[in-house]
Protein backbone atom coordinates (compact mmCIF):
# COMPACT_ATOMS: atom_id res chain seq x y z
CA UNK A 1 0.00 0.00 0.00
CA UNK A 2 1.05 3.48 -1.38
CA UNK A 3 1.10 6.01 1.19
CA UNK A 4 -1.42 8.00 -1.47
CA UNK A 5 -3.69 4.81 -1.43
CA UNK A 6 -6.34 5.16 1.07
CA UNK A 7 -6.30 3.98 4.22
CA UNK A 8 -6.80 0.49 5.09
CA UNK A 9 -9.09 1.50 8.20
CA UNK A 10 -11.68 2.47 5.63
CA UNK A 11 -12.28 6.04 6.54
CA UNK A 12 -11.22 7.36 2.86
CA UNK A 13 -8.64 9.49 3.44
CA UNK A 14 -5.03 8.94 2.57
CA UNK A 15 -2.75 6.36 3.94
CA UNK A 16 -0.10 9.25 4.60
CA UNK A 17 -3.06 11.42 6.45
CA UNK A 18 -4.59 8.98 8.26
CA UNK A 19 -2.66 5.91 9.94
CA UNK A 20 0.94 7.05 8.93
CA UNK A 21 2.76 4.48 10.90
CA UNK A 22 0.59 1.41 10.67
CA UNK A 23 1.77 -1.23 7.98
CA UNK A 24 -1.96 -3.09 7.20
CA UNK A 25 -0.67 -6.31 7.72
CA UNK A 26 -0.09 -5.45 10.99
CA UNK A 27 -2.13 -6.73 14.41
CA UNK A 28 -2.66 -2.70 15.18
CA UNK A 29 -4.40 -2.57 11.99
CA UNK A 30 -6.50 -5.85 12.16
CA UNK A 31 -7.78 -4.39 15.61
CA UNK A 32 -8.41 -0.80 13.65
CA UNK A 33 -9.91 -2.64 10.96
CA UNK A 34 -12.39 -4.44 13.54
CA UNK A 35 -13.52 -1.25 15.34
CA UNK A 36 -14.35 1.10 12.78
CA UNK A 37 -16.76 -2.26 10.95
CA UNK A 38 -17.66 -2.60 14.90
CA UNK A 39 -18.45 1.16 15.04
CA UNK A 40 -19.97 1.40 11.73
CA UNK A 41 -22.41 -1.61 12.67
CA UNK A 42 -23.50 0.12 16.12
CA UNK A 43 -24.14 3.00 14.32
CA UNK A 44 -26.13 1.27 11.41
CA UNK A 45 -28.10 -1.02 13.82
CA UNK A 46 -27.95 0.26 17.04
CA UNK A 47 -27.59 3.90 17.70
CA UNK A 48 -30.16 4.71 14.38
CA UNK A 49 -32.59 2.03 15.29
CA UNK A 50 -33.06 3.57 19.30
CA UNK A 51 -31.81 7.02 18.87
CA UNK A 52 -29.20 6.59 20.94
CA UNK A 53 -26.16 9.29 20.13
CA UNK A 54 -23.39 9.77 21.51
CA UNK A 55 -22.24 13.63 21.99
CA UNK A 56 -18.27 14.71 21.33
CA UNK A 57 -16.94 13.95 24.76
CA UNK A 58 -19.66 11.81 25.97
CA UNK A 59 -18.86 8.85 28.54
CA UNK A 60 -22.25 8.26 30.04
CA UNK A 61 -22.46 4.98 29.45
CA UNK A 62 -19.09 4.28 29.21
CA UNK A 63 -17.58 5.07 32.92
CA UNK A 64 -16.25 1.54 33.99
CA UNK A 65 -12.83 0.41 33.96
CA UNK A 66 -11.55 -1.92 31.14
CA UNK A 67 -8.74 -3.77 30.23
CA UNK A 68 -6.82 -3.00 26.85
CA UNK A 69 -4.10 -4.79 24.88
CA UNK A 70 -0.46 -3.54 24.49
CA UNK A 71 -1.17 -3.44 20.85
CA UNK A 72 -4.87 -1.35 21.65
CA UNK A 73 -2.40 1.00 23.84
CA UNK A 74 0.52 1.45 21.28
CA UNK A 75 -2.10 2.22 19.02
CA UNK A 76 -4.18 4.72 21.73
CA UNK A 77 -0.55 6.05 22.10
CA UNK A 78 0.36 6.74 19.08
CA UNK A 79 -3.16 8.93 18.75
CA UNK A 80 -2.39 11.08 21.35
CA UNK A 81 1.25 11.51 20.29
CA UNK A 82 0.31 12.83 16.71
CA UNK A 83 -3.49 14.65 17.27
CA UNK A 84 -2.30 16.24 20.84
CA UNK A 85 1.11 16.52 21.10
CA UNK A 86 3.70 15.64 23.56
CA UNK A 87 2.74 18.32 26.41
CA UNK A 88 -0.75 16.97 26.37
CA UNK A 89 -0.33 13.28 26.07
CA UNK A 90 2.49 13.85 29.07
CA UNK A 91 -0.59 15.25 30.89
CA UNK A 92 -3.17 12.22 29.68
CA UNK A 93 -0.47 9.61 30.93
CA UNK A 94 0.23 11.59 34.31
CA UNK A 95 -3.43 12.02 35.02
CA UNK A 96 -3.83 8.13 33.80
CA UNK A 97 -1.20 7.34 36.47
CA UNK A 98 -2.76 9.04 39.45
CA UNK A 99 -6.77 7.63 38.90
CA UNK A 100 -4.29 3.83 38.79
CA UNK A 101 -2.34 4.59 42.11
CA UNK A 102 -6.01 6.16 43.60
CA UNK A 103 -8.01 2.82 42.84
CA UNK A 104 -5.57 0.26 42.84
CA UNK A 105 -4.17 -0.80 46.61
CA UNK A 106 -1.04 -0.55 47.31
CA UNK A 107 1.80 -3.32 47.47
CA UNK A 108 1.56 -2.67 51.15
CA UNK A 109 -2.11 -3.37 51.30
CA UNK A 110 -1.60 -6.67 49.54
CA UNK A 111 1.25 -7.76 51.81
CA UNK A 112 -0.88 -7.12 54.96
CA UNK A 113 -3.68 -9.13 53.89
Same mark, same amino acid.
Given at each position: ????? &?????? =? !? #??? @? /????? +? ?17 ? &?????? =? !? #??? @? /????? +? ?54
Amino acid at each position: MGRND &LCFCGS =G !K #KQK @K /CHPNI +NEDSVAAKIIKLYTQLSKE &LEENVY =G !K #KNI @K /CEKGC +NACCKDYFAISEVEFAIIMDYLYNNCGIEKTNIIIKKAIACLLYTSPSPRDVEES
